[in-house]
């Protein structure tokens, strides 16, 4: 059975950071792509940052230079680095976990962590 587990969101002042932590177990994880989504209250979901089997990465305009995205497939963990966190980066932060980048959005979700940045 196929678990993806975020966790580290919070509170955080902007211009702050924080690390998000995406787990996942039931599956060869070092084969698979990951993507970090983001989702505001009646929008659609954003994805912002993904990253290949190979470690490719890509980001989108909004948090380009500000979030790095990196995996560890000894822990089967990806992680999404947040800095120079804006109030605009609030949202439930989601990982999406699939076999390739074309198939991205389609596969296995976790419950998402929620990311709030206010003074």
């Known amino acids: 059975q196929v678990q993806v587990v975020e966790s580290g969101g919070g509170l955080v002042q902007p211009g702050g950071s924080l690390r998000l932590s995406c787990a996942a177990s039931g599956i060869t994880f070092r084969i698979y792509a990951i993507g970090w989504y983001r989702q505001v209250a009646g929008k659609q979901r954003e994805l912002v940052a993904r990253?290949?089997?190979?470690?490719?990465?890509n980001y989108s305009d909004s948090v380009k230079g500000r979030f790095t995205i990196s995996r560890d497939n000894a822990k089967n963990t990806v992680y999404l680095q947040m800095d120079s966190l804006k109030p605009e980066d609030t949202a439930v932060y989601y990982c999406?976990?699939?076999?390739?980048?074309?198939?991205?959005?389609?596969?296995?979700w976790g419950q998402g962590t929620q990311v709030t940045v206010s003074s």
């Open positions: 990253i290949t089997s190979t470690s490719s990465t």
């Open positions: 999406n976990v699939a076999i390739t980048i074309a198939t991205l959005g389609s596969g296995y």
